[in-house]
């Protein structure tokens, strides 16, 4: 299967600073998804972005397929950014979601 | 609401028992999906099924147990073969489990502690 690497692993910032989040993988994907897990253990959707550049917010996300890379933005950072944050890619011939092992951000007041 | 949900949120497990996870969707997707989360790790695949009557082993099936009898419901069963169960398991669905639709929802999850 696919091998999927994020960096940096761990990330702490003042609130109100921006930070960018990278999510590398092995081999061609057919969809990409990133998450936040919050403190309680949920995941909550933040994209599904299998090329190109998507907005919600202060969050944006691209994702540059043919080269196999996608990039989290988060912008004028809050505390309640706070949580571990997955990218997953799909491979649609293994029919499953690949996770990495995650950025573990802390941003403090 | 539409949404997945998990129960129990909390188990304790005795070495030797089997246990069974509940899954429920009410989204009307057709695939559904269990992980496993270790601390400090990111989700891996145990079981899916991308339809009501047929399942597939993930990435670290062994020692674990579904079924898909309805498609709302696909509960896990954890067994005694199972070595290190201790665990965070989540579920989610997806409208389907090819390249299109396939973008994955998740319940609260269920931390499994064996006693």
């Known amino acids: 299967g696919i091998q999927v690497e994020q960096s940096p692993p761990d990330l702490i910032l003042q609130e109100g600073a921006n930070s960018t989040l990278r999510c590398n993988f092995s081999?061609?994907?057919?969809?990409l998804q990133w998450f936040h897990q919050n403190p309680w253990g949920q995941l909550i959707n933040l994209f599904y972005?299998?090329?190109g550049t998507k907005q919600n917010g202060r969050l944006s996300a691209t994702t540059v397929a043919t080269e196999r890379y996608s990039l989290l933005y988060i912008s004028s950072s809050q505390t309640t950014d706070s949580g571990v944050y997955f990218c997953?890619?799909?491979?649609?011939?293994?029919?499953?979601?690949?996770f990495g092992s995650g950025t573990q951000l802390t941003v403090l007041p | 609401d539409g949404g997945i949900t998990q129960s129990p949120k909390y188990l304790f497990r005795k070495e030797g028992q089997n246990v069974t996870l509940s899954c429920e969707q009410n989204?009307?997707?057709?695939?559904m999906y269990w992980y496993r989360q270790d601390p400090g790790q990111g989700l891996r695949l145990i079981y899916y099924?991308?339809?009501?009557?047929?399942?597939q082993k993930g990435d670290i099936a062994e020692g674990y147990s579904v079924s898909r009898e309805k498609k709302e419901s696909f509960p896990l069963t954890v067994t005694s073969a199972q070595k290190n169960p201790t665990a965070f398991y989540l579920c989610a669905s997806s409208r389907d489990s090819g390249q299109a639709y396939n973008e994955q929802f998740f319940g609260p999850g269920t931390r499994l502690t064996v006693l």
């Open positions: 972005i299998p090329s």
């Open positions: 081999d061609s994907v057919n969809n």
């Open positions: 099924s991308q339809i009501v009557n047929d399942f």
């Open positions: 989204l009307n997707h057709d695939a």
């Open positions: 997953a890619g799909f491979s649609g011939s293994a029919r499953q979601l690949t």
